[in-house]
């Protein structure tokens, strides 16, 4: 994994803003993770760092794209990823559990923050769980296994009459 670790104390009180265009941020984890696709549109991130008294406040947006295969008819298409960030970041306690990983480390007594491992958090967030090349994608055929968004075939599916359906599924003792 890519790592990025920014130095955060010389971080004026009114905050640094940083841009990000190094692809392997998005690339790196994506291979290493087997997420299938690859960068369409360049990513892009910018993040406004603020200090605060008790940490420090990062807040932004980023936005790219992947090309990945369709969940339903499995066509390549682009998908649109971005989103927005307002996070508050604290430096770690000093028993660190697993569960509440910070993102702030202390190197010789001076935080850095980890816009790696935050990006790639960002990124999967905005990720959907199974993506569509659209909403109403017929995606494939189960029986001849045709692409119904582009032809449509002659099996004959018996979907049944949706009204039986709860009958069908009643147990009889
Ligand atoms: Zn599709
Ligand atoms: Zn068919």
């Known amino acids: ?3 990025l670790w920014i130095p955060l104390n010389d971080v004026p009180a009114e905050g640094r ?4 265009t190094d692809q392997s941020l998005w ?3 994506m291979g290493e993770f087997r997420v299938p696709g690859k960068v369409g549109r360049k990513f892009e991130a910018r993040m406004l ?5 008790d940490g420090f406040l990062v807040s932004g947006g980023f ?4 090309m990945l295969p369709c969940g339903r008819c499995a066509e390549d298409f682009e998908l649109v990823v971005e989103g927005d960030f307002d996070s508050f970041e ?3 306690g000093p028993e660190e559990s697993l569960e509440d990983e910070s993102r702030l480390r202390m190197t010789a007594g001076q935080p850095e923050f980890d816009a790696a491992g935050f990006l790639w ?3 999967l967030l905005a990720l959907p769980e199974s993506p569509v090349c659209a909403e109403d994608c017929k995606g494939l055929c189960p029986d001849c296994g045709v692409n119904r968004n582009l032809a449509a075939c002659s099996c004959k599916r018996d979907e049944g009459d949706p009204r039986l359906a709860v009958l069908r599924n009643l147990k009889l003792s």
């Open 1 to 3: 994994m890519t790592e």
């Open 63 to 66: 936005s790219g794209s992947v």
């Open 121 to 123: 958090e960002q990124f």
């Open 27 to 29: 690339t790196g984890p």
């Open 90 to 92: 604290e430096p770690p």
């Open 49 to 53: 760092i603020t200090p605060q008294d």
């Open 17 to 20: 803003e940083f841009h990000f």
